[in-house]
């Protein structure tokens, strides 16, 4: 019997570091750096029934030092003071363009299509994308996104992570994101990324009509960012936005994120299903094989084999924590890896038998 958990133990744990080397490229790999010229671009937010939360980014997109930027505000059908808000600060604001979506029976409160709206208001073809409910962490950010754009980089994927707050949902949420991240950047690093994140990415207009926008999933209600990057993007054309001064923080609860991780997975090709469900799997495995056969059988080698896949898996995370500036959800990483592992688990269970 201790053959069988040592070979087994020894299998997974071989799989787990294959999967950290295989990012560890990107960890280590320095921030991508743009040009020194700042492109004149676009930023489009769409708004709907988020009066609340306008005041506050309103504030934060006014402190961007970016000299020549547009910001296109998107108003899908909103029923609350959105639109009246929108309309008070573009009075003040000669750089503001209000697009403002009304509901129609073919495109009834659809994103896709009051994105499609604002990429085609904008006045230029360098695009942002952000949401109303998150944190600016530098008024650098329009900038350093922007010079990211050349010719041959069409697509600008961004690091978002959730905002610090108190208890161990918030640490379990914002691990859980720095590995999806981790695995996200270092895919994209050798192949092409899995997922955007809604509250911080770009892409030129001119790859957005060369690829029919959104014209093939508009019935979908969901996976605007995801499934364009399907289509559009490769290991070419897309740059990867790290730094800190280019990062977003947004706000989520344990259910919002569980909602959103199970669309985001619908979106998903099968081979990123498949990769990242034998990441998940491989994990749970190791710990279950890792705690049975450290209580049933007390020799060194077991705990050679954990010990050396703890310190390989431990500093792949560690230095992605830090490249990320995210080092607090580091401590205790082993904790936070158990009990996000529990979390994703689930879903993918979940979603394998739902449509």
């Known amino acids: 019997m201790y053959q069988y958990f040592l070979i087994s133990l020894g299998v997974v744990c071989v799989v787990n570091i294959v999967y950290y080397l295989v990012f560890s490229k990107f960890v280590f790999s320095k921030h991508q750096q743009g040009a020194s ?8 937010v769409c708004v709907k029934n988020q009066e609340e939360l306008l005041e506050n980014f309103l504030t934060q997109i006014k402190k961007q030092s970016h000299p020549n930027y547009e910001l296109v505000l998107i108003n899908n059908a909103s029923y609350d ?17 209000i697009v403002d979506v009304k509901n129609n029976e ?22 942002l994308f952000t949401t109303p409910n998150v944190e600016i962490t530098s008024p650098e950010w329009i900038n350093e996104m922007s010079k ?37 950047f270092g895919w994209a690093s050798m192949y092409k990324p899995y997922v955007a994140w809604e509250n911080n990415l770009g892409y030129t207009s001119d790859l957005f009509f060369e690829n029919n ?49 199970s669309n985001q997975l619908k979106h998903y090709t099968s081979t990123a299903k498949f990769t990242l469900g034998l990441l ?16 049933l ?32 959800v580091f401590y205790l990483f082993p904790l936070w890896e158990l009990l996000s592992v529990c979390l994703q688990i689930p879903i993918f269970i979940k979603n394998l038998f739902s449509k």
């Open 37 to 44: 010229l700042v492109n004149e671009v676009s930023v489009l």
């Open 81 to 97: 003071n959105t639109l009246e808000l929108l309309e008070a600060y573009a009075k003040d604001n000669s750089h503001v363009t």
């Open 106 to 127: 073919a495109f009834w409160g659809s994103k896709k299509y009051a994105l499609t709206l604002g990429i085609k208001k904008a006045k230029y073809k360098n695009l």
């Open 148 to 184: 990211l754009y050349s010719v041959d980089k069409q697509f600008v994927l961004g690091y978002v992570n959730f905002k610090k707050t108190k208890g161990v949902a918030n640490k379990i949420l914002r691990y859980s994101r720095l590995i999806t991240n981790l695995c996200n």
């Open 213 to 261: 926008g959104f014209s093939t999933h508009m019935s979908e209600q969901t996976g605007a960012e995801d499934l364009f990057v399907r289509q559009a993007v490769t290991t070419k054309n897309v740059a990867l936005a790290t730094s800190p001064t280019m990062a977003i923080r947004v706000d989520s609860s344990l259910k919002e994120w569980i909602v959103e991780r």
């Open 280 to 295: 998940y799997f491989s994990q749970l495995l190791f710990w279950i094989l890792a705690i049975i056969s450290g209580v």
């Open 297 to 328: 059988f007390h020799e060194p080698l077991i705990y050679m084999l954990i010990g050396l896949r703890f310190v390989i898996v431990g500093l792949v995370i560690g230095k992605a924590a830090f490249k990320f500036s995210e080092k607090e």
